[in-house]
DNA sequence: CAATCGCTTCACT
DNA sequence: CTAACGAGTGAAGCGATTG
């Protein structure tokens, strides 16, 4: 079990769209407030993030604005702007490009760099430069953390938050995590937990341990990754060109509803929407996706692939009415539609449409 | 038998 | 502190199908 040679450098923005919020509302400093979904009905959206004044009554990100109203009803509420804070990542991004090293932007507000080749007190330095420059030159606030390895650097910065710098040197590491839950693994959730519970694990010290065959049988393939991370090893690789799958939309309607003319209305919206951003990106589509969510959150997908690459938006809705038909019944109303495009290609690539 | 397809599940902000 | 009825986006995983 050779260990990672090199450290990562992760950086995560602290409540990222309420600060990004903050630049423009000085006013709010100090007062609870919460950046939440753009919907046009106020009644069916969630807290995408809530700055640290409102997470002190136990708000945060994924909760029904209703429900955070209830537990602070002057909750100043914010709808969000993807534009705005598409700009200020992309600056944080360039800025972070600049050192040279081989950098992941994991997500619009975390990124991840690979400083293998660096001795170990030039990490930490450059680390700390990069905080400065993000605290004193952008006015964020952000956390990094410092590991042998991507997942345990994230988990670095996530218990270091908010505003803070964990460095954990490689021989730390297993005392490091031993001690934390599963559910501090990133991409352990909910029903991860859950099973892992089941079999009485809740501390990563307790897989450690575990029999790696019983883990795979109960999570696949996922089971002896999170074996081996709970034993030090962390493979997980800095991907800095980083390949979209899919990419599509989809909202809710304004009311619950069966009647297929609204249906199909939205739907062409989406469409439009969706064929904008695959432009955009200068990709082809070939497979087209639809997805129904009913009054009762039961959802439905339905997909075609197309023998043909096309960024058409009207293909894309016109497949995609033909695709939803069988999904809209005369007894069951419908909540929410969704678009989606996959397999995609690069446009450059001057694929013939047959 | 490998690649692709269609669909569900899961995680995150 | 549970559950909260909850938006939007995208990847992973898996069984079925196909060639």
């Keep these: 079990m050779a260990a990672r040679e ?16 903050l630049l423009r509302h000085p006013d709010l400093k100090e007062k609870p407030f919460a950046v939440v979904t753009k919907s046009a ?12 004044s409102a997470r002190k009554f136990s708000i945060h990100s994924g909760m029904p604005i209703m429900k955070a109203l209830q537990l602070y009803p002057n909750l100043y509420c914010i709808k969000a702007d993807h534009d705005y804070y598409e700009e200020i990542s992309d600056e944080i991004s360039d800025m972070l490009k600049s050192y040279g090293f081989e950098i992941e932007m994991v997500s619009i507000d975390e990124a991840a760099i690979d400083t293998t080749g660096l001795e170990e007190s030039k990490v930490v330095e450059i680390a700390k430069d990069m905080k400065r420059k993000i605290s004193d030159g952008l006015k964020l606030p952000c956390t990094i953390g410092i590991a042998k390895g991507k997942t345990f650097a994230k988990m ?29 693994i990133p991409g352990v959730g909910k029903k991860t937990e859950e099973k892992l519970a089941n079999l009485n694990m809740y501390y990563i010290r307790d897989l450690k ?3 790696v065959q019983a883990l795979v049988g109960l999570l696949g393939e996922y089971g002896s990754k999170i074996y081996n991370l709970s034993n030090g090893i962390d493979e997980e690789k800095i991907v800095s060109d980083w390949v979209t799958l899919s990419v599509g939309r989809e909202k809710n309607l304004n009311e619950d509803t069966n009647d297929t003319s609204v249906i199909m209305a939205k739907l062409k919206e989406l469409s439009n929407d969706t064929a904008d951003m695959i432009r955009s990106t200068k990709k082809l589509y070939k497979s087209i996706t639809v997805k129904v969510r009913y009054f009762d959150f039961n959802t439905k997908i339905k997909t075609k692939t197309l023998s043909y690459y096309t960024d058409s938006a009207d293909v894309l809705y016109s497949e995609a009415s033909e695709l939803i038909k069988p999904l809209i019944k005369d007894n069951i109303m419908v909540r929410r539609v969704g678009v989606r495009v996959s397999t995609l290609m690069d446009s450059s690539h001057q694929q013939k449409l047959f």
């Design 6 to 21: 090199g450290y990562i450098i992760y950086i995560d923005m602290d409540s990222f769209f309420a600060s990004c919020e």
């Design 41 to 52: 009905d106020k009644f069916r959206g969630v807290v995408q993030t809530a700055n640290y």
């Design 156 to 184: 670095a910065c996530d218990s270091a938050k908010p505003n803070g710098f964990l460095f954990i040197k490689g021989d730390e590491t297993l005392d490091f995590i031993s001690y934390k839950r599963v559910s501090d």
């Design 209 to 211: 341990n575990a029999n």
